[in-house]
């Protein structure tokens, strides 16, 4: 089973600056399994890119997807209110199916 | 628009079933392009995906939870539906349900939880 290990677990920064949020997995995956999702609170998560790098209708273009292999990253340049957040990545296992997911980025203000 | 409603009993005795409902408005179960999946998420905690199905009735679990679910559908009322047996504390958490995307692109077919509910609240106690 593949692990996926966030850092850190939880980043403060003032809106306006941009993040780096990481997701590690535990063995080499495709990028075309990795996605990353939006949670602020109370609410229900929302996905934010698929496949490693292709933002999700309506996501506007301050998300960007990137990595391979074991290491993937989530940025956002200049961040908004809502983008206070947890955000959590996600693998797609196809054999069998199977959906797991980090443990989470706590995204504060500072 | 596809929307996606939890909807069942918010609180459940130990040792027994707990059984939700999830209708889909907007759109047709059975149009043969989904998944239909649930995922719950412990007080404070991350994501568990617990299951899906497909408008014929296959189906996947998290194979650590197998043994307690079932997750069925009813296409004449477009709903899927989670039963949970032998339910105790610690499966007290919000439960969702959601629809499972194929996306395709040049580098090939990915996928993902596109559209969710707002989550049912379900606390196991006596």
């Known amino acids: 089973e593949i692990v996926l290990t966030q850092s850190p677990g939880t980043l403060s920064l003032p809106p306006g600056e941009r993040a780096t949020l990481s997701c590690r997995a535990s063995q080499s995956i495709s990028s075309n399994y990795l996605a990353w999702y939006r949670q602020r609170p109370g609410q229900a998560p929302r996905l934010l890119i698929y496949?490693?790098?292709s933002r999700a209708t309506g996501i506007p273009d301050r998300f960007f997807g990137s990595g391979s292999g074991t290491d993937f990253t989530l940025t956002i340049s200049r961040l908004e209110p809502e983008d206070f957040a947890v955000y959590y990545c996600q693998h797609y296992d196809s054999s069998p199916p199977m959906y797991t997911f980090g443990q989470g980025t706590n995204l504060e203000i500072k | 628009q596809v929307q996606l409603q939890e909807s069942g009993p918010g609180l459940v005795k130990p040792s027994q079933t707990l059984s939700l409902t999830c209708t889909v408005s907007g759109g047709s179960i059975s149009s043969g392009r989904y998944h239909w999946s649930w995922i719950r998420q412990h007080p404070g905690k991350g994501l568990e995906w617990l299951g899906y199905?497909?408008?014929?009735?296959?189906?996947y679990y998290n194979p650590s939870l197998k043994s307690r679910l079932t997750i069925s559908v009813d296409t004449s009322k477009n709903q899927f539906s989670l039963k949970f047996t032998s339910v105790t504390a610690a499966d007290t958490a919000m439960y969702y349900c959601?629809?499972?995307?194929?996306?395709?692109?040049?580098?090939?077919?990915?996928?993902?939880?596109?559209?969710w509910g707002q989550g049912t609240t379900v606390t196991v106690s006596s």
């Open positions: 496949g490693a790098s």
């Open positions: 199905i497909y408008y014929t009735g296959n189906t």
């Open positions: 959601a629809r499972d995307s194929v996306f395709y692109s040049g580098s090939g077919t990915s996928f993902a939880l596109d559209v």
